[in-house]
């Protein structure tokens, strides 16, 4: 069974350029957390998604970013004209359905992005 | 903070017994969990933390709902112990709040 995948690894990209991070869930996992980390800081909690809706975005930046996890494929976290400040650690965990309190989140190896 | 840890960095020697501590802000908060993070990976499970207090092997976790304070007790330090500990408070619309971690390093 394998777990949360992220791609890519690492994104470079330059000042004003978009960067699209990738997260599939672990298989039978129908909600993604996005959260972000920049260096030595903790994670913090960027966006809840799951199939086709957004739970809660209280933590996404209000311009800029967008995510969504569509029916079908990866769940998408898409930064548009990233500036210096957008270079950080991304992960992507998810969780099984349903509400149960106690729910593991199991996180991805995370895409670390760097803005030139 | 939503969850604020003290950030260390504590360095202990082996076999130490190392105590980390850990406040959150929303009494409303349903669950609450210990990771591990090891430098530059993701963070991984280490284990949920119960009324009761509980128990896994060297490791012991503690709540007290009413100081909404959680705390984990590390026993007979290892050198692969070493590792950011993340103290993680679940909210009742199911996502999580990190703490910012408290780095341990166990010197041999």
């Known amino acids: 069974n394998a777990g949360v995948m992220q791609n890519p690894r690492h994104l470079v990209r330059r000042r004003g350029q978009e960067a699209r991070l990738r997260c599939s869930p672990m298989?039978?996992?129908?909600?993604v957390y996005w959260y972000r980390q920049l260096p030595e800081e903790g994670l913090k909690f960027m966006v809840y998604l799951q199939k086709e809706n957004i739970i809660d975005e209280s933590g996404m930046p209000k311009e800029r970013f967008s995510a969504e996890f569509p029916k079908e494929g990866p769940s998408i976290l898409r930064i548009q004209q990233v500036v210096r400040g957008d270079s950080a650690a991304y992960f992507c965990?998810?969780?099984?359905?349903?509400?149960?309190?106690?729910?593991?989140?199991?996180f991805g190896p995370g895409t670390r992005l760097t803005v030139l | 903070k939503e969850v604020e840890q003290d950030p260390g960095p504590f360095n202990v020697p082996e076999g130490a017994t190392v105590a980390f501590n850990c406040t959150y802000s929303n009494s409303a908060s349903q669950s609450f969990f210990w990771y591990r993070q090891d430098c530059r990976k993701e963070p991984k499970l280490l284990m949920s933390?119960?009324?009761s207090g509980n128990e896994d092997g060297r490791f012991t976790a503690q709540l007290n709902r009413a100081s909404q304070y959680i705390s984990l007790l590390i026993r007979d330090s290892k050198l692969s112990d070493s590792a950011t500990y993340l103290c993680v408070v679940k909210n009742n619309n199911n996502d999580m709040r990190f703490g910012a971690g408290t780095r341990l390093t166990v010197k041999p």
């Open positions: 933390v119960y009324s």
């Open positions: 965990a998810s969780s099984t359905p349903g509400l149960a309190s106690n729910h593991e989140q199991f």
């Open positions: 298989k039978g996992h129908s909600h």
